[in-house]
């Protein structure tokens, strides 16, 4: 029978995580948005949950066990804030700007893209944004940004 290390496993987890949302975050994987708009916020401090849970096993003393364990708990308690409401140092320009309008205009904007539109070149630049956002907001009938989400 296969034999798994859980420490090894929390590792190799908690790296995906890590690069994931980091890829994420930093625009390397922007398809993300469309899928789940929040949830890959969450992807870095998750990774470092698995890994503070990984180094937690290799510890023998019961007080940096401890320790850890308030650690994990503060790491948890951001994993909820930056999916219930991420912070905008996080957000990339191009999202801040597409969030800053009423949400019918962002399933409108996220429609267009599940139908097969050419939305990366329609963010390649604050210009190209504003047209598409225009575009679409003629469409849905709504003008006016909003910044309630």
């Known amino acids: 029978m296969l ?11 908690g790296s995906f995580f890590l690069i994931m949302g980091i890829a994420g975050i930093t625009g390397k994987y922007q398809n993300w948005y469309w899928q789940s708009r929040r949830a890959v916020y969450a992807y870095p401090p998750i990774g470092m949950l698995f890994l503070l849970v990984a ?9 940096w066990k401890q320790i ?10 951001i994993v909820l804030w930056w999916v219930l409401r991420p912070p905008k140092f ?12 009423p949400v019918e ?7 267009e893209v599940k139908q097969g539109a050419d939305w990366r070149s329609r963010i390649k630049d604050p210009s190209s944004l504003e047209h598409w956002i225009k575009s ?7 003008s006016k940004p909003s910044s309630k989400r």
């Open 68 to 77: 850890l364990r308030i650690g994990e708990i503060g790491v948890f308690g």
């Open 55 to 63: 180094l937690e096993q290799s510890m023998v003393d019961p007080t």
């Open 136 to 142: 679409v907001e003629k469409k849905v009938g709504r």
């Open 90 to 101: 996080l957000q990339p320009k191009w999202i801040q700007r597409i969030e800053q309008h």
């Open 3 to 13: 034999k798994l290390d859980s420490q090894a496993f929390m590792i190799v987890l």
């Open 105 to 111: 205009v962002y399933y409108a904007l996220r429609d």
